[in-house]
């Protein structure tokens, strides 16, 4: 039982992805999917656009926790170990990749433990999230960061600190903003921290990660530095929910009221009592505050889960995609009363 808004539906499109991580929309509306655990890249093309995946191609397999990717003029990016790579012209080329370019080579190793995600920012700059390698711990920069990288030159700078695991970011469609979602440590119980989300407003600014959870869940390993300034959370989501995507909604399909919103995929709880999470929300804002939080789509039936959301973005027809790294499937979000008017003008 999957539980959906009134308006809304939600189909099936693509299946049998392993575990299915970030997606990246090519300019053509090819989707791309990066895995954990399976080591591969996917494109998904629906060419004849009826909401249904047709085409399939293998970009690269056999790599190491290939769960970030971007795409950036005609280009898909690929965060593999230290490097990033390149693979330019992809959507003319999905049969045949080529090999790929190394376009960067000092990220940090151990990829297995410190999650990463990367999306290209409005200056053209390729901004990666780097998760602390631990539970909580004093990570060494760039553990616990976001940085920007430009891709022609590979110079870097350092754009946030203080941060456990970044799990996606965005741009407000309004002013530019960069937001990002970060987990919460584990063990601590049940109700606390909470999971943030988070506002860029000042580069370089620190975000609590290791000495304070949230707004004032204050950590007893670790004692704050006298001169540190910390950013406190802009919005403070239930403990374990487990923001995996975070999204500004840039398409038309959905009524007035969604656009530009932020929406917000729930992976899930994995240690707590009771189960929460495993839904897509949308975050209402107003004047730059998040004044409610809402479900758009539920996953939890009862106590099973009957998928774990990972990531979101807008398709070329105002629909969501969202990716589902529990059964490897990516489901396509639209707006019924939508598709009636198109369905209508099409007769």
């Known amino acids: 039982m999957i539980t959906v808004s009134k308006g809304f539906g939600l189909t099936l499109f693509a299946s049998d992805l392993g575990d299915a991580k970030q997606l990246a929309l090519g300019s053509n509306g090819t989707l791309f999917v990066g895995s954990y655990k399976a080591g591969e890249i996917t494109a998904l093309v629906d060419s004849d656009q009826d909401g249904r995946v047709d085409k399939r191609y293998i970009i ?101 600190s203080g941060v456990r695991s970044v799990t996606s970011m965005d741009w407000s469609a309004k002013d530019s903003s960069l937001w990002f979602s970060d987990l919460g440590r584990n063990w601590m119980g049940d109700n606390i921290p909470p999971d943030e989300i988070n506002k860029v407003e000042v580069v370089g600014s620190h975000y609590g990660f290791p000495y304070v959870h949230g707004s004032s869940v204050i950590e007893p390993a670790y004692e704050q530095p006298k001169n540190l300034k910390i950013v406190p959370p802009k919005f403070e989501l239930p403990a374990h929910v487990a923001p995996m995507g975070l999204h500004f909604y840039r398409g038309k399909q959905f009524p007035q009221r969604y656009q530009n ?50 990531s979101i973005v807008t398709a070329p027809d105002g629909s969501l995609y969202i990716s589902d790294d529990l059964k490897g499937n990516v489901y396509r979000l639209y707006y019924k009363e939508q598709q009636k008017i198109k369905s209508q003008d099409n007769d």
């Not at 190394?102 to 700059?125: C, I, Q, W």
């Not at 919103?261 to 949308?282: A, C, H, I, L, P």
């Open 60 to 160: 690269a397999k056999g790599l190491d926790y290939p769960e970030a990717i971007a795409f950036n003029n005609g280009a898909l990016y690929v965060a593999v170990g230290e490097r990033i790579y390149r693979f330019a012209d992809i959507e003319s080329r999905l049969r045949r990749p080529g090999r790929a370019k190394e376009v960067y080579d000092r990220l940090p190793g151990n990829a297995k433990k410190s999650r990463r995600t990367m999306s290209f920012g409005p200056d053209g700059r390729l901004y990666v999230a780097i998760g602390s390698p631990c539970n909580v711990c004093e990570p060494e920069t760039p553990f616990g960061s976001i940085i920007a990288i430009d891709v022609n030159s590979g110079e870097s700078e350092l754009i946030v």
């Open 261 to 310: 919103q932020m929406f917000v995929t729930e992976n899930g709880s994995w240690n707590r009592s009771s189960k929460v999470g495993y839904q897509v929300v949308m975050l209402e804002m107003k004047d730059d505050e998040v004044i409610k939080r809402r479900t758009v789509v539920s996953f939890l039936d009862g106590v099973f889960p009957v998928a774990r959301p990972h």
